[in-house]
């Protein structure tokens, strides 16, 4: 679970390298989210993919959801949560 303040616009890196096989190579890269939060904007290179997301509502906690495809035609998905929260002083 990754944690960030409502008013924060954070990215957010997933790293496919330990599960590309050898020579493989992310080729395309989607981000999915929950209403409520929004992608902002999403790059990547051969084995990490990145997203920047803003908003939410304190107390929830949203799914978020990168799809790639390879170089080799393999397609996979990992999720995991977002969870808004005030800043601790």
Excluded: C, P
Excluded at 8 to 22: C, E, K, V
Excluded at 29 to 38: K, Y
């Amino acid at each position: 679970m990754e944690y960030k303040s409502a008013g924060a616009t954070l990215d957010y890196t997933q790293n496919w390298s330990s599960w590309l096989a050898d020579g493989d190579a992310i080729a395309t890269s989607q981000w999915s989210v929950e209403d409520g939060i929004s992608v902002d904007s999403s790059s990547n290179n051969t084995t990490t993919s990145t997203v920047v997301i803003s908003g939410g509502t304190t107390g929830k906690t949203y799914r978020v959801t990168n799809t790639i495809t390879t170089s080799n035609g393999l397609d996979e998905s990992m999720t995991w949560f977002v969870k808004i929260q005030d800043q601790l002083a």
